[in-house]
């Protein structure tokens, strides 16, 4: 089995770290190891899934359309529909 040595933490995430372990009845290094193995655990578990943002990438492939830009945009313009609904504002 192999030691790790830890230099230079800062005196308040030792004291934390020290804090947790009291708490939980363990060592510094046992707490540290607890520490380790569960963010090892999370991070293998997350990589599973898929980010949020790798969703939404999925979902927007790229537009396929044979139509130049302008016929695109005069085909839309001529799709929309005048309202006199708001001529008179809200």
Known sequence: MANLQIKGIEDGIYKE??????????????????????????????????SPAQVLLELSGSWDDTRSADKIMSDIKSSRKNSKKLSRGF
């Open 17 to 50: 770290i020290k804090d947790m372990a009291a708490a939980e009845h363990r060592s510094v290094s046992q707490q540290i190891l607890f520490l380790v193995k569960n963010y090892l655990a999370r991070k293998k578990h997350a990589n599973e899934f898929k």
